[in-house]
């Protein structure tokens, strides 16, 4: 199924994802019960505190873009899963299960399966 | 040497090029501690030392963002974590909260996961706006890994949790009787046996939290911290909480924590709170997601 955005939803089991460990939130704003993947266009990665941050423009169209901002955790935290500095850069054409804001904004936790340019990233834990 | 061989040689050095957990063991920095259940079933180590607890401990991942892990913000089973409420009514190991202290729990709006969790842009944690921590909240939240000296008057905890720091006396002085305020307060210690030491805090500062559920605490707040150390490898850590004026008892925040001993050379990662960066985050994320939009 995918919709004008470009993006393919679905609803998965979520006891596995539920249980937050760290985090300055928690998951309060997302609907954890919901997995939505989010595929398009890198055009930042943000290597910060309190959150490590992905965005991500998925092309509806010729016109349209969505412009996603797209979270996962601390960079300590995203390390011990084996994430770098490196792990996106502008332009990679990525794949991202994401749990998405509640409110219906274009913002998401990373959860899930991540395809960088066509590969499987195996995150570590 | 084979064809064959050769291949597999190189197999193996790309493998361990590209393999990120292969990469952190051979790198010197920024060490990732195991997690909790690499530690299952280990045997005992060495006997420990004598009244010696220098090492870089790390609490493999134990404590979680919905309070003291003695007394988790949630209702039995691990439920309610979506917040919304305004106490703590139902929880599976409720605090004996005086009225002062139920009336100030509901003043604190924690963005961690709990029974009150308040969306992330709402919250008036001070962790929030990367305001100290303060102790015991530097231990009662992320408590990862500390870098433990020892001196003959000292022992002084450093977590790059925060960048937070402790000092605790063991030169036998008492504690100051009555203490300006700080956000650490003052902390001696004492072994009360070649294997046990213990720690007693007072004179923290009453608008800081105790853990990151909100839960608080006033200038009668004292500490006292319990280090057993178990073996070479192992050391728990028991925290007692006293203030009467928010609690019409003691009670345990950590029971028996174990707490693990990583390599000599464990470079531990920076962790620490940018203002700055918390602002963007809040300005990309946290505004954008909340669910009442009014609330802004």
Not at chain 1, 63 to 72: F, K, N, P, S
Not at chain 2, 266 to 284: G, R, T, V, W
Request: contains cysteine.
């Amino acid at each position: 199924m995918t919709n004008k955005l470009g993006i393919i939803a679905r609803v998965v089991g979520v006891a596995a994802f539920s249980v937050r460990l760290f985090a300055h939130h928690g998951a309060a704003s997302f609907d954890t019960s919901k997995t939505v993947t989010v595929t398009g266009t890198v055009t930042e990665y943000v290597w910060s505190n309190p959150h490590v941050f992905v965005k991500v423009d998925v092309k509806a169209d010729s016109r349209d873009t969505a412009h996603w901002v797209l979270e996962a955790w601390n960079p300590v935290t995203q390390a011990g899963r084996g994430w770098t500095k490196n792990t996106f850069k502008p332009g990679d054409a990525v794949s991202l299960d994401i749990n998405p804001a509640k409110n219906g904004a274009l913002v998401g936790e990373i959860r899930g399966r991540i395809v960088i340019n066509d590969k499987e990233f195996k995150q570590l834990q | 040497m084979s064809k064959r061989l050769v291949v597999s040689i190189a197999a193996v050095m790309a493998a361990g090029m590209f393999s990120p957990l292969l990469r952190a063991q051979d790198e010197k920095w920024n060490n990732i501690p195991p997690r909790r259940s690499a530690y299952d079933g280990k045997k005992s180590s060495a006997p420990a030392p004598r009244r010696d607890m220098t090492g870089i401990w790390d609490a493999a991942q134990a404590l979680g963002t919905s309070g003291a892990s003695e007394h988790p913000a949630l209702l039995p089973g691990g439920r309610g974590s979506e917040g919304g409420r305004e106490d703590e009514t139902g929880i599976a190991k409720p605090l004996p909260y005086t009225p002062a202290g139920l009336e100030a729990l509901k003043k604190n709006k924690p963005s961690g996961p709990g029974v009150r969790q308040v969306d992330s842009a709402l919250t008036n944690d001070p962790a929030g706006k990367c305001d100290p921590l303060g102790f015991p909240y530097m231990f009662l939240w992320e408590l990862r890994t500390l870098n433990v000296v020892q001196t003959p008057r000292q022992v002084m905890m450093l977590s790059p949790f925060y960048g937070n720091y402790r000092v605790i006396w063991t030169d036998g002085r008492q504690p100051p009787k009555d203490p300006d305020p700080r956000y650490n307060g003052y902390s001696v210690g004492k072994w009360v046996d070649d294997y046990t030491f213990v720690v007693e805090t007072t004179g923290m500062l009453p608008k800081t939290w105790l853990d990151h559920a909100g839960r608080p605490h006033s200038d009668q707040l004292v500490v006292e911290e319990t280090y057993h150390r178990v073996d070479r490898d192992t050391m728990d850590l028991t925290m007692k909480i006293t203030d009467p004026k928010m609690y019409a008892e003691p009670w345990l925040a950590l029971n028996q924590l174990p707490l693990h001993l990583q390599p000599a050379d464990f470079d531990i990662p920076e962790l620490l709170c940018s203002p700055s960066e918390f602002a963007e985050y809040n300005k990309q994320v946290g505004s954008v997601v909340l669910r009442d939009s009014s609330k802004k």
